[in-house]
């Protein structure tokens, strides 16, 4: 009976490539693999001990495991004698190909990545950005997605955001209301003053508190036809809205009711009665 001889099928080949060289290929690979996930399991503890957002987070874990599966297949391909000089390259080509062909995307991952590290604002704020005005739903890589005050969905390109002005109106606590109301010249400086106080004092949200945000009334401008008053009151930032929609029609009640005449513009025409055509 002809006995099992292991060296040769450990030495059997083809080509280059010998059964005891795959098979040490494939053990090689288990433990790199394996200490790849080690490396991705501490590396993500350590990024949990700083204040960075969760996507932020999963997108650096992401490239961090595709950095050392590449570098797992690099160190295989050349234990099995493959030349990965030329697989270095043909990558390199490969990646320039397909920056080029999703250059847009990727500078949307780029505004996404700044957004992230920024924090500009964060989610249930109130941004305007990229020329729209909404609350901030979800700020993902690619595209924040902002819900807009008559309830549109509008998902806004991080590269649009990224490179405009961005206005939060969440971020601080309080928060001004400005109005300007047009009163007669015939109407007492006084009698206006008194009539947009009694409106302000029947609007229980403006903070009068508060020693440095005191309520403002003051004569802004004197117009063609009528004296322009600005009014200034601080509020909650989440009672902006309905004080301003409120002040309007308080301010329009307390002149009707002090005889207040909220002009517009208009053309006062005087006709002179002409004397007799001479004879």
């Known amino acids: 009976m002809p006995k099992f001889d292991i060296n040769k099928i450990l030495n059997f080949s083809i ?30 503890k350590l990024l949990s001990r700083f204040p960075l957002d969760r996507t932020l987070q999963n997108f650096i874990i992401s490239i961090c495991k595709v950095c050392l599966y590449v570098l797992v297949g690099l ?5 099995l004698g493959v030349p990965t000089t030329s697989l270095v390259a043909v990558f390199s080509v490969a990646g320039l190909a397909i920056s080029l062909s999703i250059q847009n995307t990727l500078s949307n991952l780029a505004g996404g990545v700044i957004l992230l590290i920024s924090k500009p604002f964060a989610a249930d704020n109130y941004v305007e950005a990229g020329g729209i005005g ?34 939060n109106y969440s971020t601080e606590e309080f928060r001004r209301v400005d109005a300007v109301y ?11 003053k008194q009539s947009l106080q009694t409106a302000i004092n029947g609007i229980p949200e403006i903070l009068k508190e508060l020693e440095d945000r005191q309520p403002l009334i003051v004569v802004s401008n004197y117009g063609e036809s009528a004296i322009d008053y600005t009014v200034r009151v601080w509020v909650k930032n989440c009672d902006y809205w309905n004080v301003k ?20 513009p208009h053309l006062n025409v005087h006709l002179v009665e002409q004397s007799a055509a001479k004879s």
């Open 134 to 167: 909404g609350t901030v739903k979800e700020i993902g890589l690619i595209y924040t997605k902002v819900a807009t005050p008559d309830n549109k969905i509008i998902h806004i390109p991080n590269s649009d955001i990224s490179s405009s002005r961005i206005i």
């Open 15 to 44: 080509g280059q490539l010998t059964v005891e060289k795959v098979a040490s290929a494939i053990l090689l690979f288990v433990l790199l693999y394996i200490a790849a996930r080690i490396l991705t399991k501490m590396f993500n």
């Open 182 to 192: 047009s009163a007669s010249y015939d109407a007492p400086l006084e009698v206006v």
């Open 245 to 264: 929609f409120a002040l309007n029609g308080a301010v329009k009640y307390s002149f009707d009711k002090n005889d207040v005449e909220m002009t517009y």
């Open 75 to 79: 160190i295989i391909a050349d234990f």
